[in-house]
Structure formats: C-alpha cells, structure tokens
C-alpha cells in the first residue's frame, strides 16, 4: 500500500485523527505531521520531504484549510509532485463549506459534509478500490448506528413516547447493543406476555447458546424523570415488576411462550429450553430480570435516585430504572 500524506489546518485536528485512525484501520498507509516529527526535527524540511516522497495527499479542505499558508505550501510541493510523477496522487476532502483553491477546482472531492461514513467510503474507493471493497460493509453499517444513534436522540429531545416506542420497535439492535452479549443468539422479542389482557412487556431480549440462556425484560418509560411524573412511573415500574414476578413463578410456560416467539421458531432452540435441569443451572435461570427505561442521566438528582433505588429494593431487586442514555452509549460504542 502507497505511503498517504494528509494536508490539514490543525483547527480541523479531530477529524484528522479520526481520519488517521480509521484509513490506518482500512490498511492504508496514512501519516500527519504530528506521526512525522520529533523533537529537533525541524518541521519545514520534515513535512516538505513527507509531501515530496509520498505517493499522494490528502487535503482536507475547510475554511480554516483554505486560508492556511501551510496547507497552501504542502499542496504547491503537491502538484509539482503530481507533474513530475504521474503515479502520485492528489485526494481532496471537504468537510466544512469553503472555496476549494484554484488548483483543486476541476477535481471531485470526497465530501465528508452530509456524513462522515459517505466521504471515507469515497476516500477509499479513490486511494484502493481493493482496501475500499474490503471496508465497505463495515463503513455502512457504521453509518446506519450513527444514523440510529441520531434518530433516537432527536426522539429523546422531542420526548413524545409513543414515537419512542415505535423507534424501539423498528431498532432491535438497540436494546441487544445494550443488552445483548457475545453469544450465539441475541434477540429482542416485542410485546411479551403469557395471555391475552395480561400485562405486557414491551420486549423482551434473550440471551444464550442452545443449552445456556438469560432474560431481560424491557419497558420503555416516561422520557422524563421528575416528582411529577411519579405516579406514572411507579405504574409502569409495578407492571414490569408483575410481569418478572410471573415469568420466574411460572418458568416452565415462560420458556414455552419465550421459544414459540423466538425467530427461529423454537427449532432446535425450543429443546433447549425446554430442557433446562440440575439445581445450579435452574437456579440461574430464575433470574430473570427486569429494565425500566426512564429519564435521561441529568435528571437524576440525589432525591432521584433514592426514589429509584427504594423501588428496586421493594422488587426484591428483581426491577430496575434506567437511564436513556444507557441505549445511546451503547450505539456510540458498537464496534464494527
């Protein structure tokens, strides 16, 4: 893979280093000054051979890019670079409305403006369509969480609940980012309950391998937390708190009704299940436990979070309140 230098105004330092990292991760070979120079180095000589013995550079263009004399400089060693090689390239970037310099005009830029996931997959397609093909996959599912991670931020701002709810619907990957383990299955199951006119949980995620499981189940609370809305928030609290109760006193219907509802139609998972025994393995399997989703982080003062830690203790510890924010960390750190 060719040597990459990237061309950049240090007010535009963190997108350089996300850049870096993740072209770095793709496997191309990108370096920036500050992966250059040392102590005592001086940083004319350094950056001007860096640029001159490159196979190509990258510009990132924004305002404050196109008004610096040194991006100006590295692009100049640049082009003059380009015309004696013709195997070295320029890739310009623009990640900030700007004027691109005169001698950039003619050429496509990878646009970083809309999404970041949109100007590195054309970045790399640009550098190695072979690094771009490997990549691709990975560069887009990244986007759709970044995407999910988006959406339901701007719901929480709103706080209409109802929206909420249906956002969680069509996101299961939610609930199993924060959830979910490592395991082989690793599903949200909507609208759980053993009867019709019974009291539902609104999901419920499983955990497991075919002889090994655990469940969480999930209602999605008031966005807000406060004194005002206590009354609403214990309700739903005690209806998850009934629910879990049920499921752990009745847990031969629960596995039967938990396997029926699972994607792979209980098959081979249903024996499984069903087949639970010995006193440790039984006695793990009881708790099942319950996730209220309420309130953001924030609003939880200290007269907050004694109102939450009194209800978990009256569940038996069974039942927990839990932040908003709790789902959005776990969007931001999915590793793809």
Not at 2 to 21: C, G, K, L, N, W
Not at 121 to 137: D, F, G, K, M, T
Not at 282 to 303: F, M, N, P, T, W
Request: include cysteine; glycine fraction near 6%; hydrophobic fraction near 40%.
């Amino acid at each position: 893979m060719r040597q990459i230098f990237i061309s950049y105004s240090h007010t535009d330092m963190p997108f350089v280093e996300r850049m870096a990292e993740d072209l770095k991760h793709a496997g191309v070979e990108a370096v920036y000054d500050r992966w250059l120079l040392n102590v005592g180095d001086s940083i004319f000589e350094k950056l001007s051979a860096a640029v001159s013995d490159a196979d190509g550079l990258i510009v990132v263009l924004s305002p404050a890019s196109v008004a610096s004399q040194w991006v100006s400089a590295e692009l100049g060693l640049a082009m003059a670079t380009v015309l004696k090689n013709r195997n070295a390239s320029v890739y310009p970037v623009i990640i900030a409305d700007c004027q691109p310099p005169p001698s950039l005009a003619d050429r496509k830029l990878a646009d970083f403006r809309k999404s970041y996931y949109n100007g590195i997959r054309e970045l790399l397609q640009a550098i190695s369509p072979e690094v771009y093909a490997r990549n691709e996959h990975r560069y887009r599912k990244r986007e759709e969480v970044l995407q999910d991670y988006e959406e339901l931020k701007s719901l929480l701002d709103v706080g209409d609940l109802n929206s909420i709810r249906f956002w969680f619907a069509g996101h299961y990957q939610a609930l199993v980012a924060l959830f979910g383990r490592l395991w082989l299955i690793s599903e949200t199951i909507p609208r759980f309950s053993f009867e019709v006119g019974k009291p539902e949980a609104d999901f419920v995620v499983v955990n497991g391998t075919p002889s090994f499981f655990e469940f969480l189940a999930i209602q999605v609370g008031p966005v807000d937390f406060g004194a005002e809305l206590s009354g609403e928030i214990v309700r739903q609290f005690q209806n998850l708190e009934f629910i879990v109760k049920e499921c752990r006193r009745d847990e031969d219907r629960f596995r039967r009704a938990v396997s029926l509802r699972m994607k792979r139609g209980g098959a081979p998972l249903y024996p499984a299940l069903q087949s639970w025994s010995g006193p440790a393995l039984y006695h793990h399997h009881r708790e099942i436990v319950g996730k209220v989703l309420c309130g953001r982080r924030y609003q939880y003062d200290s007269a907050g979070n004694s109102f939450r830690n009194r209800l978990y203790e009256s569940s038996d510890k069974a039942v927990e309140i839990i932040s908003y924010d709790r789902v959005l960390e776990a969007l931001a750190k999915i590793e793809l």
